[in-house]
């Protein structure tokens, strides 16, 4: 190998090694545990409570649907869709352990869900006793 062919594959190894440490580094920011959220949430709130979240998950607030009207009570199995029937994979990260790994689609869903629940978006405290009832769920 001639010294310009060395270069350049140096050159070429070390942009594998920023673009591998750069996706790893996206990874491990994306993903997260359910531990992560309850703590994120109980620090924009207060201590969450187990009991508060059983009772939040399902009651009715004023609207048409509990969480528990498509999430079911316990959530630890399938479920089905209240309005379209669609079956939804248990929430309880007990029982699916994909639940509450990925913050974008976490925050997502509380927004859509807690709108069609309560008419409003859950706050830091709700989501914090919710998620904090759902690990103790088995
Ligand atoms: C009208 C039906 C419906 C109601 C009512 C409902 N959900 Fe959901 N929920 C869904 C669907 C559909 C999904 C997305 C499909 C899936 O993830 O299985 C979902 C997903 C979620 C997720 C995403 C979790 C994850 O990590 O995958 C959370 C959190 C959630 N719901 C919380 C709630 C809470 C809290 C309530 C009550 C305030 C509630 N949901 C009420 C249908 C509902």
């Known amino acids: 190998m001639d010294a310009v062919m060395q270069k350049k594959g140096k050159a070429m190894w070390r942009q594998w090694g920023i673009f591998i440490g750069v996706a790893g580094w996206a990874f491990s920011a994306m993903a997260v545990t359910p531990q992560d959220l309850l703590k994120g949430y109980e620090a ?4 969450a409570s187990p009991s508060r979240g059983e009772q939040f998950f399902n009651a009715k607030h004023g609207k048409q649907w509990s969480c528990a009207s498509c999430h079911d009570n316990p959530p630890n ?6 309005v379209t029937a669609k079956v939804i994979k248990p929430l309880s990260p007990n029982a699916n352990p994909a639940r509450f790994t990925d913050e974008a689609k976490v925050e997502k869903w509380f927004k859509r869900n807690c709108n069609d629940s309560l008419g409003r978006e859950c706050t830091s405290q709700e989501k914090a006793d919710v998620l904090s009832w759902l690990l103790t769920v088995k």
Do not use: N
């Open 77 to 82: 199995r399938d479920s089905k869709h209240i």
């Open 44 to 47: 924009q709130s207060a201590k």
